[in-house]
């Protein structure tokens, strides 16, 4: 009787390391070095109407908003832009306010900030 419970002691404490084990392999924490800055938001946005100014950013874990000016002289316009982390890619991504905005998919703040404004 004891060699049996000692078996099953030995089955139970395996079976939940190998369970601890598959759950932290599979799960991924968001990146601690992720930039959250004017500059590191503002990447994405390149061609003729390149950010010209930030005037409010914001991110919480792999989202952010941007609110920013772009192009210049006649042809400067301010915008708000939703952005998502790449992790795989390591740089910021436009997301979609379409996609994202309606469906309340966003962090409270990300979407206060990002999906409230022009």
Not at 35 to 51: F, I
């Amino acid at each position: 009787m004891k060699w049996f419970r000692l078996a099953a002691a030995l089955f139970v404490v395996a079976a939940l390391g190998l369970g601890v084990s598959r759950a932290s392999a599979q799960s991924r924490t968001f990146p601690i070095s992720t930039p959250c800055n004017a500059a590191a938001l503002s990447t994405p946005y390149t061609g003729p109407l390149k950010v010209d100014s930030v005037a409010s950013f914001g991110c919480v874990g792999p989202w952010a908003y941007l609110w920013a000016t772009v192009g210049n002289g006649v042809h400067e316009i301010g915008v708000t832009e939703v952005l998502h982390y790449d992790s795989t890619a390591s740089r910021w991504q436009n997301a979609s306010r379409l996609t994202y905005c309606n469906h309340h998919r966003l962090p409270r703040y990300v979407e206060r900030w990002g999906c409230n404004s022009n």
